[in-house]
């Protein structure tokens, strides 16, 4: 059974509002009643020590007057019941309580037993007077005072604050209402974002204005969005690279197969032509850059299983940087001058030792120049004008630094922010993955994959630590 919170607030505070004022209305009635019985008691106290004190005779008329004064009827008789004067009809009988005490003092006088007159009920109490007429035998003054008076009386004393006590209620009614209703839709408005964070919409939800509790539930929620969105990323990606990886599997082993075979038809054809070739082609090495060409794809296709597998690399060791891609710039360049790119690259004058696997930061420098020729040739092809890929190598503090820039337009908006992910490509031909690794392979060696457009060129940064004792004589 569903229980709103509302009423999980609102019962246990109003029952124990209701509870307390039962028991303060309780006590504040029997206060109450005492406190107007002694009032009365003292008010019919006074006026028969006035009677008492008096010397002029208890007529109709005086105990009229006094009656009004009093708000209660007199009736004075004899010793044996004989009706002297009274501020009541003579035709009313009486029959007065036979045990009921007579007080022989004005001090004495109080509220006795219930007597009923002329259908009205009164408290009865009565008083031994002194005879008047000067006769020996005392008279009896009966008293009574009007139960109806009385509870008049009562109700003007207790009610007030009864009426403040429900008053007080209805109060915190109204106001636990208003508080649970707030705490109700913020809490119903917080379930619906969380349900929306279940069917996988990680938008932020909106922080109410009030700082309290709810804004803290309202805050951890959108953590929990900021982090399930982190981790939908990492597992897409994940994913991504281990399903690449199977099906990959396969297919890089096909061709590594037809790379050695193609490398050892090359190697058969030029020890065959060797000695025919050698004059006539003196100074073409083109066959030693297919050779290298087919190495280079054989231990490329080797590391391509590596893809979404922890990258720690599995012979790290100390590498000059600007060696390695001058290295790999020789390999490029023939591809650039094909495609009419102008290839810029000097090697620096200081050290630029890292540690790392050689073979997979070949890899991610490989794909990054292939990326920028690919670039400014396509940039070229448009502008009738010639494209530029500029490699430059520098130290930054504690980290060797290596830029490539290209005269291509740089990637389009749509995918500028998700570039080095997976699969992201705006190549017809493309997959996705060159920056993808270089990202990867960056990360591994505890370095760091960053581009930017600047000067109509697209800047892509890779920052690598450099080997400690090698700053120490830098």
Not at 284 to 293: T, V
Not at 468 to 474: A, I, L
Request: glycine share 6%; net charge negative; with cysteine.
């Amino acid at each position: 059974m569903r229980l709103p919170i509302r009423y999980q607030y609102m019962v246990p505070l109003v029952t124990v509002a209701i509870v307390s004022l039962a028991a303060i209305s309780a006590v504040h009635a029997w206060l109450t009643t005492a406190r107007t019985r002694e009032r009365v008691e003292r008010q019919l106290q006074g006026v028969a020590a006035v009677l008492v004190d008096s010397g002029f005779p208890l007529t109709p008329k005086v105990l009229d007057q006094m009656s009004e004064l009093a708000g209660a009827e007199f009736v004075l008789a004899s010793d044996s019941g004989e009706w002297l004067s009274s501020s009541l009809s003579a035709e009313q009988k009486i029959e007065w309580p036979q045990l009921a005490e007579v007080a022989d003092d004005a001090d004495e006088v109080t509220l006795g037993p219930m007597l009923i007159v002329a259908d009205r009920p009164y408290y009865y109490s009565s008083l031994e007077l002194a005879d008047r007429r000067g006769g020996s035998a005392p008279q009896v003054l009966h008293m009574l005072f009007p139960q109806d008076e009385f509870n008049t009386a009562w109700r003007a004393m207790f009610l007030p604050p009864l009426a403040i006590g429900a008053v007080a209620i209805a109060a915190v009614m109204l106001a636990t209402g208003l508080v649970t209703a707030r705490i109700n839709r913020v809490l119903s408005r917080l379930g619906r974002e969380v349900q929306r964070l279940a069917d996988g919409d990680f938008s932020a939800v909106e922080v109410p204005k009030v700082n309290d509790e709810t804004r803290d539930l309202a805050v951890a929620v959108n953590q929990t969005a900021t982090r399930l969105a982190e981790y939908e990323a990492e597992t897409r990606r994940t994913e991504q690279m281990r399903t690449l990886a199977i099906l990959g599997s396969g297919l890089a082993h096909e061709m590594r197969n037809a790379a050695t075979g193609c490398r050892m038809a090359i190697d058969l054809h030029s020890e065959e032509c060797h000695a025919s070739t050698n004059a006539a082609n003196d100074g073409d090495d083109s066959l030693d850059m297919a050779r290298r060409q087919l190495k280079l794809m054989e231990r490329r296709l080797q590391k391509f299983l590596r893809l979404g597998k922890e990258t720690s690399g599995d012979h790290p060791a100390d590498i000059d940087l600007a060696e390695l891609v001058g290295e790999l710039v020789a390999l490029v360049q023939p591809s650039a001058f094909h495609s009419g790119i102008h290839f810029d690259w000097q090697s620096p004058s200081v050290p630029t030792i890292v540690h790392a696997d050689a073979e997979l930061l070949s890899q991610a420098v490989m794909n990054l120049l292939l990326n920028a020729v690919d670039a400014a040739a396509k940039r070229a092809a448009t502008t009738s004008s010639s494209g530029t890929v500029r490699a430059t190598l520098s130290r930054e503090g504690e980290l060797v630094a290596l830029t490539i820039a290209d005269s291509g337009d740089g990637p389009p908006r749509a995918i500028s922010k998700t570039l080095f992910e997976p699969f992201v490509s705006d190549k017809p031909e493309g997959v996705g993955l060159g920056l993808a690794v270089a990202r990867q392979v960056a990360d591994a060696c505890g370095g760091s994959l960053e581009w930017t457009r600047e000067a109509d060129e697209t800047r892509f940064t890779l920052r690598l630590p450099a080997v400690k004792e090698v700053m120490v004589h830098v």
